[in-house]
């Protein structure tokens, strides 16, 4: 597996480099923890800003909101029903809704969903004086881009880069049923999508159209030559040798201040601003469209929306970007279906029906 691409499952060796496709520019941390095990910021309750959320991010950015703030309140200023609790047992969960969709939070828990599906907040909610409060910076860049941001997919996106995964000697990962290797269905799942986003009007441009190997700093530059406005990474997953892990997830790039979902024993430094960081909202907006076309087209389960920063092919995208896992190779009745054609061409229609 070190050379091996999609595994989401840390290694067991933390010292080892994750062999990974999407890996580069970060540098792997001797001893870093294998997942996230954010220390969580010391709750400090002031009033939140007035008027953050009918800014446009491009336009202006809003200073980050560093503080724990009361989801009734956060509610009350945005002109929502104050959150209600859904569950108690065995933990207490709360739904926060908008005319855009609702938000369930777990106390305790960074697992949350959005419109059933699921996603990663930075922190867990916590509950203080029997009210919810939220980190700052997850309302700012989790909750509002949803619950108030207003969708940014319109006529005026029309020229999208897909990425392939891997390509050449970078195999990526293999199938457990026919040991074909990754490289092949994401170039397979491309050359699907070309055509149907091509009919709904897209000038699309793929980083490889054949087994080539291109580096991820020549994906992104691929994307900046063709003036891209959006990009998408496509890949399939491994957790060998576990056999049972099987679903779909979407990544987008950690929002600077915040933890992410999924390190691979990278230095996870919350300090970093990277470019892609300007499309904070956006990337998260790409991937939950991204992420519920793929579950409706593939049935398959959901591993939810995640965040990561050491996705070199993300980190640098001047456009909203998001890589997609479409599904396990390592699990047999996942391979068995991805290596069907019909299968592959499903995955090709969800990500175009995103795109609608
Ligand atoms: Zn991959």
Redesign the pocket.
């Known amino acids: 597996m070190l050379l091996a691409?999609?595994s989401t499952v840390p290694s067991d060796n933390a010292e080892a480099l994750p062999g990974d496709?999407s890996a580069t520019n970060a540098v792997p941390s001797v001893g870093a923890p294998k997942t996230s095990r954010p220390v969580k910021p010391p709750v400090k309750i002031v009033p939140i800003p007035p008027a953050q959320t009918n800014v446009p991010p491009k336009v202006s950015r809003p200073a980050p909101i560093l503080t724990w703030t009361s989801l009734n309140r956060w509610a009350a200023e945005n002109k929502l029903t104050a959150p209600r609790k859904i569950s108690s047992s065995p933990v207490a969960s709360y739904a926060i809704t908008s005319p855009k969709g609702t938000m369930v939070l777990i106390i305790g828990s960074r697992e949350a969903t959005w419109r059933g599906l699921g996603m990663h907040l930075g922190f867990a909610p916590e509950i203080i004086d029997d009210q919810v409060f939220i980190y700052g910076l997850d309302l700012q860049k989790n909750l509002e881009p949803l619950l108030l941001g207003e969708t940014f997919v319109s006529s005026s996106n029309r020229v999208i880069v897909i990425d392939p995964?891997?390509g050449g000697v970078n195999i990526?990962?293999h199938s457990l049923v026919d040991g074909r290797f990754?490289k092949e269905f994401?170039l397979d799942w491309a050359r699907r999508i070309r055509p149907l986003l091509t009919t709904n009007g897209w000038t699309v441009f793929l980083t490889r159209t054949n087994d080539s190997d291109v580096s991820l700093s020549n994906r992104v530059a691929f994307a900046e030559a063709h003036h891209a406005d959006l990009f998408i990474s496509l890949?399939?997953n491994s957790a060998a040798p576990d056999k049972r892990q099987n679903g779909v997830e979407t990544y987008c790039l950690t929002p600077t201040g915040l933890p992410s979902t999924l390190t691979r024993g990278f230095n996870d430094s919350w300090t970093n601003r990277f470019p892609n960081n300007a499309f904070d909202s956006e990337n998260l907006q790409l991937a939950v469209r991204m992420h519920g076309a793929l579950l409706r087209g593939s049935g398959e389960e959901d591993r939810g929306i995640r965040r990561a920063r050491f996705m070199g092919v993300l980190l640098g995208q001047k456009r909203p970007a998001v890589l997609v896992e479409g599904g396990y190779l390592s699990n047999t009745r996942e391979a068995e279906k991805i290596a069907t054609p019909a299968f592959r061409q499903k995955l090709a229609e969800a990500v175009a029906a995103a795109l609608k």
Request: charged share 10%; hydrophobic share 20%; glycine share 28%.
């Open positions: 691409g999609c496709w995964g891997h990526g990962t990754e994401t890949h399939f």
